[in-house]
C-alpha cells in the first residue's frame, strides 16, 4: 500500500509554468502512476501517465508538447511539468498509482488504487 501526496500547485498567469510533486510514502518504484485534473463542474480528466521506470508515458491531446510526466524512483517521486498553461488548464490535479512493473500505463481513473488529495492549481487569463 502507499499514500500519495501531491504539492506544487498554485496560482500562475497564462503561459507560465508549474511543477507539481506527487510524493509517496512508500517504494514507488513498482507502481504506475497518472496524473489527473477535475475542474468545477466537470468530469475528472486524464492528464499524463508513466510506468514504473519512466520509460514509457502517454498525454492526451490537450496537454501533449506542454506538459511532461517523470518520475525519480529513488526519491518515491513523480513530477508533473506544466508549461505554456492555459486558463483552461485550471484544476485540482491528483496523482494517483497502481501497482505494476510492467511496461504498461493506465489512462482511466477506475484503473488506479490509490489516490492522493489534490492540488489546486489556477490559470489566470
Known sequence: QVQL????????Q??????LSCAASGRISSYAVGWFRQAPGKEREFVAAINWSGGWTYYPDSVKGRFTISRD?????VFLRMNSLKPEDT???S???RLNSGSYYYVN???YNYWGQG????VSS
Open 14 to 19: 497564462a503561459g507560465g509554468s508549474l511543477r
Open 73 to 77: 524512483n529513488t526519491k518515491n517521486t
Open 5 to 12: 501526496v501531491e504539492s506544487g500547485g498554485g496560482l500562475v
Open 109 to 111: 481513473s477506475y484503473e
Open 119 to 122: 492540488t489546486q492549481v489556477t
Open 91 to 93: 484544476a485540482v490535479y
Open 95 to 97: 496523482c494517483a498509482a
